[in-house]
């Protein structure tokens, strides 16, 4: 089964870029068909999507509110997927999550602890 753990979260100024990691533990991951997503929740705030990767053709997906200054790219050999954050505003911050679904499922199934990026303004 696969596990992902997310890393490269910290404090930043507004304007500055992060690069978030997910990093997927199991073998499991070469055979399957999935998507990869990036999700996050802010303070008092539900958790919500922000961008996601096919596995297997590169097509991504952004939310209007990063498109333009996020980007999401992953590398199959190294089974992680990574989120590049540039232009950061103080609306940025939240806890940021890995999460990932297979072909033919709606909903994502598994999810990664999360990592804080908090942005000062």
């Known amino acids: 089964q696969v596990q992902l753990t997310e890393s490269g979260g910290g404090m930043v100024q507004a304007g500055d870029s992060l690069i978030l990691s997910c990093t997927a533990s199991?073998?499991?991951?070469?055979?399957?068909?999935?998507?990869l997503a990036w999700f996050r929740r802010a303070p008092g705030q539900e958790r919500e999507f922000i961008a996601s990767?096919?596995?297997?053709?590169?097509?991504?997906s952004y939310a209007d509110s990063v498109r333009g200054r996020f980007a999401i790219s992953k590398d199959n050999t190294k089974k992680t997927v990574l989120l590049q954050m540039n232009t950061l505003k103080s609306e940025d911050t939240a806890v940021y999550y890995c999460?990932?679904?297979?072909?033919?499922?709606?909903?994502?199934?598994?999810w990664g602890q999360g990592t804080q990026v908090t942005v000062t303004a």
């Open positions: 999460a990932m679904r297979r072909f033919g499922r709606s909903a994502y199934e598994v």
């Open positions: 990767i096919s596995k297997n053709t590169g097509a991504t």
């Open positions: 199991s073998r499991a991951f070469d055979g399957t068909t999935m998507s």
